[in-house]
């Protein structure tokens, strides 16, 4: 599919697989679990869970709300 976007398909494939790409996504993985996230997409503002894409009003309200 990447293949389909001009990217390197293979190259992004393997590249997953650094032990630096992991370390990074073990500690995503982590962040997620303390913070309570249980899917994506998940936004945090002012330590407010967002979570879905339907829910990206009430995250655009509460920046206005801000600002």
């Given at each position: ?14 590249l997953?697989?650094?032990?630096e ?44 709300k801000?600002?």
């Open positions: 599919m990447a293949n389909e976007y001009a990217f390197d398909g293979k190259t992004l494939y393997d997953s697989y650094k032990p790409v992991i370390t990074i996504l073990k500690e995503n993985t982590e962040e997620a679990i303390d913070k309570n996230i249980f899917g994506v997409p998940t936004w945090i503002f002012n330590n407010e869970l967002f979570w879905g894409q339907d829910r990206l009003d009430f995250l655009e309200r509460a920046i206005n801000n600002n």
